[in-house]
């Protein structure tokens, strides 16, 4: 997964170099690959990280239904096993890779594309 990510950010800083560098002496054509690829990976990585965000999500709605519930009323083997539930629930629960080094999240979405921005605009300062 760490070669997907790596390889994502890759493609999308080149797409957007390439839109931004020379997109007025590009044929519609390759100009429209170019915008096609930028879209797909962007998208792609987008539903990665929108996929942890719903299943986070769902991991809160789940903790959220067991302490409404009326658990009081189980007998003690069923709020053992409640409460060992609700310990287990109590972490986030984003896609995490590379053992928790890169949680996969909206935000961590917007981060990448703001560092694909910046690298890119460095770029663009370099080759001046």
Wanted: contains cysteine; aromatic residues 14%.
């Amino acid at each position: 997964m760490i070669l997907f990510i790596s390889m994502a950010s890759l493609a999308l800083c080149l797409c957007l170099y390439q839109l931004t560098l020379s997109s007025n002496t590009l044929s519609y054509i390759i100009l429209g690959k170019y915008v096609i690829e930028l879209i797909a990976v962007g998208g792609d990585y987008y539903y990665h990280c929108y996929c942890s965000d719903i299943l986070d999500d769902c991991h809160v709605m789940l903790c959220r239904a067991i302490i409404n519930s009326s658990w009081y009323q189980c007998s003690n083997k069923n709020k053992q096993d409640l409460v060992f539930f609700l310990r287990r629930l109590q972490r986030p629960n984003h896609l995490k890779f590379t053992r928790g080094f890169i949680v996969h999240s909206k935000t961590f979405f917007v981060k990448i594309v703001k560092i694909s921005y910046n690298f890119v605009n460095f770029l663009r300062l370099k080759s001046k």
